[in-house]
């Protein structure tokens, strides 16, 4: 193919092009606003409320601060969030399991509509959800005269309780499972299957391990939401003071009695077991980074 030599010969004219930019290039100034309004926002809606309580609470010395948690009802309202935690996180643990296999492993009619209902809590409010149990096992309700017959208490005890506070946390460890057995997919059960381990090997050593930490993620935001759940366990708990208040609606009674320092000292209580949860998941976050890591690129 022949070509003009003066094509060839002639210089070309050099265009300057705009340097790529990417959402870090921003200007120093715009990055100290953004870093600033961000800090700004948490110091305000988080620190501050959060520093408020525990300065209330030691407002007038440690004394005080002990004596309000050592009292009778608060003791009770302490040992049954406790009580109702150490009951619901398990039972929620399993469903999580249970469910994120089903669904993530298995094709089968209603998928869709399982999943809907495991999100249906996030939707619904806390206090209608506590009406439907009250409406179910209340003594007028569906199951009542079956369960007054027999002896059987439910609401207004602790029975009503832990189930409110299952309907309200049973999203949290399925909805952290579900993302990643999907994304994991099947092959290495498959795999494990094919090499003549059994379905409860398989899952004990194949995918337990590779769950492993959006579990624990799970269970720490199921706890943490068990503890401070106010809403459903209100309507179904009757407020039967040193019987059926859990700690937040201990401190609602103190508060609406004007008893700031005793209302203080156990939210502030409250929060420190919060933190406390938040502590532990940062501390195996930081120990076991590397495997987090891998789990979260696998």
Known sequence: MLTDSSDINTPRRHVPTAPFETPISESRLIKWLLTGAALAFLGLILVLPLASVFTEAFRTGVT??????????????????LIVAAISVPANLIFGLVASWAIAKFEFKGKSFLITLIDLPFSVSPVIS????ILLFGSFGYFGPW??????QIVFA???????????TFPFVARQL????????????EAALSLGASGFQTFWK?????????LLYGVLLCNARAMGEFGAV????GHIRGQTNTMPLHVEILYNEYNFVAAFAVAALLAFLALITLI?????????GGELAASRRH
Request: glycine fraction near 6%; charged fraction near 10%.
């Open 178 to 189: 579900i993302p990643l057995m999907e994304a994991q997919g099947t092959g290495d059960e």
């Open 147 to 152: 369960l007054v017959a027999h002896h059987i």
């Open 158 to 168: 602790l029975p009503g309780i832990v189930l409110a506070t299952i309907f309200v």
């Open 280 to 288: 532990l998941k940062s501390l195996l976050e930081w120990r076991y």
């Open 234 to 237: 209100s309507v179904v708990s």
């Open 206 to 214: 194949v995918t337990l391990p590779n769950v492993k930490w959006a």
């Open 130 to 133: 506590g009406l439907v149990f």
């Open 64 to 81: 005080p601060f002990l004596s309000a948690l050592a009292a009778p009802d608060a003791l009770s309202a302490i040992r049954l969030t």
